[in-house]
């Protein structure tokens, strides 16, 4: 059953945080997904990353539920790991459909934005996908760090304007943290797989009660907005979509 969790940090912005699709449909062309988005009449939508899957060989519903999606509030999103090992041919396939949708696609860079009175810089990170997988399985896995973190995105700007970073993979949140964002907002772990009591069992590299799984979590002044998503195994784990009032 689709869930909608709603997490009040503030008062003024709604965020619709949408993450790790997959390959999982909501009715007829994703129509209860979106649906149930619309309902939350979101000022921005955020995907961070795994909209689709990398044995996927059709992109129609793709195109269809983001276009929609489109239709409701901007949307702006970010690769997933799942994205990144998209075949090349698959890849420029993928890219069309966000073209022609008018999602804005974020690689390693920002949008500035104004919602009411609040000036935001939005950043997306793509990490290298060694952070994910290394010669074929998940030993040494590369970190990321906040020097990294200098390297694909700049220095952290002090110009007054909210940091708002999307990044897929939470489990390198403290350095988020130490290069200065405000809010990040994250996925991939789809929950820890199965939840008991509340925490998360298995993060995709295999690794047993990963510490940022779902919820908010806040590591210094950063806040770490972490969706479970919606496609994968779950067990005691629903599928869901969040919205954040910042």
Request: charged content about 25%.
């Amino acid at each position: 059953m689709l869930k909608t969790r709603r997490e009040q940090i503030g008062s003024d912005i709604r965020v619709v945080h949408i993450s790790d699709l997959h390959k999982r449909v909501f009715g007829r062309n994703n129509n209860r997904l979106c649906e149930r988005v619309r309902r939350e009449n979101p000022d921005i939508i955020m995907i961070t990353g795994d909209l689709v899957t990398r044995n996927m060989e059709d992109f129609r519903i793709t195109e269809i539920t983001l276009g929609e999606l489109c239709r409701i509030a901007p949307v702006l999103m970010i690769e997933g790991n799942h994205e990144q090992s998209l075949p090349p041919e698959k890849k420029r396939d993928y890219y069309g459909v966000i073209r022609r949708t008018g999602a804005v696609l974020l690689k390693n860079t920002r949008a500035d934005i104004s919602v009411g009175s609040r000036e935001i810089s939005l950043y997306g990170l793509c990490e290298p996908y060694t952070a994910y997988k290394k010669n074929g399985g998940y030993r040494d896995l590369d970190n990321v760090t906040a020097d990294d973190m200098n390297r694909y995105l700049g220095r952290c700007p002090d110009n007054g304007r909210e940091i708002w970073l999307m990044a897929h993979n939470p489990l390198h949140g403290r350095a988020y943290a130490q290069w200065g964002a405000d809010y990040t907002f994250s996925g991939h772990v789809h929950g820890g797989a199965i939840r008991i009591f509340g925490h998360g069992i298995l993060s995709p590299e295999r690794r047993f009660f990963p510490k940022f799984s779902k919820g908010v979590y806040t590591i210094g002044k950063m806040k770490l907005l972490v969706s479970a998503g919606l496609g994968k195994l779950r067990v005691f784990n629903p599928p869901e979509i969040v919205t954040y009032i910042i």
